[in-house]
């Protein structure tokens, strides 16, 4: 496999659920990100990784948590989501924090 | 902030002509990225420009740096079915710690 792997690349939860969302890249990149992507609106970054340290951003709700084990893996835990949470959740890597990205599929979230 | 405005938001063209859309900022850029994203995947990286005044090409498809740096055109050439999807410019954001930001979008329709 090459490049940016997610899975699930669906996933159904109700809103007292707790799920995970993985990402693994073979990219051999040192920056790892989480983006939500909504209908209509821009793709909005939650959270980067560089060299496994974490660039919070503070607007994203503490139900989203994440989780950078090593340079190749993140992970999105889920816990008590919101209808609005509902999204296209895409993962991305860089050779470093800031440089172009290359995208996973995503995983489609509905929160019910 | 530094953010990035596409134009248009929507363009429906039949099969064979050829495409235009623009990306504007109030801010100068130092790095125009334009991204292509197919229903139900994640964005694909297309063209890069690191350079005012840079033109460069991908197949049918041409990219120009501006030379003000506050904007960035795609063309695409002869438009086939498969070019449908949302197009996406991208650079790094000062207010964003020199992560990238997108702008919302064109979405290309074509008709056969």
């Known amino acids: 496999e090459t490049g940016v792997t997610q899975t699930p690349r669906h996933l159904v939860m109700g809103m007292t659920n707790k799920k995970s969302l993985k990402c693994e890249q073979h990219?051999?990149?040192?920056?790892m990100y989480w983006y939500k992507q909504s209908a209509k609106k821009p793709l909005e970054l939650m959270f980067v990784?560089?060299?496994?340290?974490?660039?919070e951003n503070n607007s994203v709700p503490s139900r989203f948590s994440p989780e950078c084990p090593n340079s190749s893996h993140l992970f999105l835990h889920l816990h008590t989501l919101q209808p609005e949470d509902s999204a296209l959740y895409l993962c991305?890597?860089?050779?470093?924090?800031?440089?172009?990205?290359?995208f996973g599929s995503g995983t489609q979230l509905s929160v019910l | 902030g530094q953010q990035l405005n596409q134009s248009p938001q929507s363009m429906f063209i039949q099969e064979g002509e050829d495409v235009s859309m623009n990306c504007t900022s109030s801010?100068?850029?130092?790095?125009w990225l334009w991204y292509k994203q197919d229903p139900g995947e994640g964005p694909v990286l297309l063209i890069a420009?690191?350079?005012?005044?840079e033109l460069t090409s991908n197949g049918r498809l041409t990219a120009q740096f501006g030379i003000t740096r506050k904007d960035s055109f795609l063309n695409i050439s002869a438009s086939i079915p498969s070019d449908v999807g949302i197009y996406f410019c991208?650079?790094?954001?000062?207010?964003?710690?020199?992560?990238?930001?997108f702008g919302g979008g064109t979405r290309l329709m074509v008709k056969p």
């Open positions: 990784y560089s060299l496994e340290e974490r660039v």
């Open positions: 991305a890597s860089s050779q470093r924090a800031g440089e172009k990205l290359f």
């Open positions: 991208a650079g790094p954001s000062k207010n964003a710690g020199n992560m990238l930001t």
């Open positions: 990219l051999g990149h040192n920056a």
């Open positions: 420009l690191y350079k005012a005044g």
């Open positions: 801010s100068i850029f130092n790095t």
